[in-house]
């Protein structure tokens, strides 16, 4: 037998065995090969498969802190770190994320909602005081259908079919309000110096309040005048507070008028009539007359019947005064307080009555009509300067006094920021420096 060119009895002699050592070798190398290649791809398939079948990621790092830009304390600022898009679940879409809190011992609720791309978000849900400490969490938000998660009328994530995975439970974490903004130091360091000046003023006004000096205002100088041309003639004086409420401040002004004319007409027995569009006015007003003549002495003269409330209709109300007017014949008019589209009528019919009219408003429409038609016109702040300069009270004239301080010390902080402005170009850090810290 020959084999490979051999006979029987070489192979057999033993011509073929390092040969076919040889052979061997090179089969278990091939071998060895394969095992390893085999090994390498059930080792990436394996890896796949975990990849595949890994939880879906949930948000790390996430921190909550106080927003310290809130005064009530009524916000947070929750951040995180975004999973990786492998950690996605199959069959999935990213919709965003959605925040979680709950108070301390209580269930969570939901709370605002971001959009995919986001890693912060301000939580504007927490109550204000006591402030309590809530715990807070994150979950990533997927939908089965590419689409942005929001929330419906219950609160619960639209479209259906919401899948939610939940990061760790950071917390208990506490909003708190701010006592004091660093921010509006400026605003607190001109109230203090306003508050000081009108104080220092008072203490200083209490005992010499007669010998402040107020500017002349002519139609108050006319006041007494105009009751004294009434007394003479035998007629009433009309007095009309305005169309406003007793909350507004030129309507308490009006009143505070109407205590100095009634303590003067009492003492002269003059009567006065008060035509009223609003019932509580109407109220404070007969017992502001009524105090007037107590104090004046006489109170059977009072005449709770020329306090009236005529009606709460601007042109009725109106067409009713005219009436009177024109029945009645006052020797003086006066118009204090807010006033409306009124204004001109009431003027041209005290005008055709022939009284001597004085208004006082600090409505700026209606000023032009009361100058043209009436004889004295007090306008904007002269009206709330009426009472001290009428009455002299000490309390009275240092408030005034007080104000008027204050108006020159912002003119002087007017005057010096608009200097500094100028100068700008020469020294911009000072400027910026100054403009900054009246910034609110």
């Given amino acids: 037998m020959i084999v490979c060119g051999m006979d029987r009895s070489t192979v057999a002699g033993?011509?073929?065995?390092?040969?076919?050592?040889?052979?061997?070798?090179?089969?278990?190398?091939?071998?060895?090969?394969?095992?390893?290649?085999?090994?390498?791809?059930?080792?990436?398939?394996?890896?796949?498969?975990?990849?595949?079948?890994?939880?879906?990621?949930?948000?790390?790092?996430?921190?909550?802190?106080?927003?310290?830009?809130?005064?009530?304390?009524?916000?947070?600022?929750?951040?995180?770190?975004?999973?990786?898009?492998?950690?996605?679940?199959?069959?999935?879409?990213?919709?965003?994320?959605?925040?979680?809190?709950?108070?301390?011992?209580?269930?969570?609720?939901?709370?605002?909602?971001?959009?995919?791309?986001?890693?912060?978000?301000?939580?504007?849900?927490?109550?204000?005081?006591?402030?309590?400490?809530?715990?807070?969490?994150?979950?990533?938000?997927?939908?089965?259908?590419?689409?942005?998660?929001?929330?419906?009328?219950?609160?619960?994530?639209?479209?259906?079919?919401?899948?939610?995975?939940?990061?760790?439970?950071?917390?208990?974490?506490?909003?708190?309000?701010?006592?004091?903004?660093?921010?509006?130091?400026?605003?607190?360091?001109?109230?203090?110096?306003y508050s000081a000046i009108v104080l220092i003023t008072i203490h200083y006004a209490t005992r010499r309040a007669e010998d402040m000096y107020i500017r002349p205002i002519a139609g108050l100088e006319a006041v007494n005048d105009a009751i004294g041309r009434a007394t003479e003639m035998g007629k009433p004086i009309l007095y009309i507070s305005g169309l406003s409420g007793i909350s507004d401040v030129a309507t308490i002004a009006a009143m505070l008028i109407l205590g100095h004319l009634a303590r003067r007409t009492a003492r002269y027995e003059t009567q006065i009539i008060v035509p009223c569009q609003d019932p509580l006015v109407m109220a404070a007003e007969r017992e502001i007359v009524r105090d007037a003549y107590l104090e004046a002495g006489k109170p059977q003269a009072f005449r709770p019947e020329d306090i009236y409330y005529v009606t709460d209709s601007?042109?009725?109300?109106?067409?009713?005064?005219?009436?009177?007017?024109?029945?009645?014949?006052?020797?003086?008019?006066?118009?204090?307080?807010?006033?409306?589209?009124?204004?001109?009528?009431?003027?041209?019919?005290g005008n055709a009555a022939g009284a001597i009219q004085i208004a006082g408003t600090d409505a700026d429409t209606q000023l032009p009509f009361f100058i043209t038609a009436c004889d004295y016109t007090l306008m904007g702040e002269e009206l709330y300067a009426a009472s001290a300069y009428l009455s002299r009270q000490p309390l009275l004239v240092a408030q005034l006094r007080g104000q008027d301080l204050g108006k020159i010390l912002i003119a002087a902080v007017l005057l010096v920021g608009t200097a500094i402005t100028t100068l700008a170009t020469f020294w911009p850090e000072v400027a910026q420096r100054f403009l900054d810290w009246f910034n609110v």
């Fill in 14 to 193: 033993g011509a073929l065995a390092p040969r076919t050592h040889h052979y061997a070798r090179a089969e278990g190398s091939l071998r060895h090969g394969q095992r390893f290649r085999l090994c390498t791809a059930l080792a990436a398939l394996a890896i796949c498969a975990s990849a595949w079948a890994a939880p879906p990621g949930a948000p790390t790092q996430v921190k909550a802190v106080d927003n310290p830009e809130d005064d009530r304390g009524t916000q947070m600022i929750v951040s995180w770190e975004a999973p990786t898009k492998r950690q996605r679940p199959w069959g999935t879409y990213w919709a965003g994320y959605q925040v979680f809190y709950a108070p301390v011992g209580r269930e969570r609720r939901p709370g605002p909602l971001a959009p995919p791309e986001s890693t912060e978000v301000v939580a504007a849900c927490f109550k204000p005081w006591p402030w309590r400490p809530y715990n807070t969490q994150v979950a990533v938000v997927y939908l089965p259908t590419p689409a942005l998660a929001v929330t419906d009328a219950s609160g619960a994530i639209a479209p259906s079919g919401a899948h939610f995975v939940f990061s760790d439970t950071i917390g208990p974490v506490q909003p708190l309000a701010l006592w004091y903004n660093a921010k509006r130091t400026n605003v607190l360091v001109m109230m203090l110096l």
């Fill in 314 to 349: 601007q042109f009725g109300y109106v067409a009713a005064v005219d009436g009177v007017m024109m029945r009645e014949r006052p020797a003086a008019c006066f118009y204090m307080g807010y006033f409306y589209a009124e204004a001109l009528i009431l003027a041209e019919t």
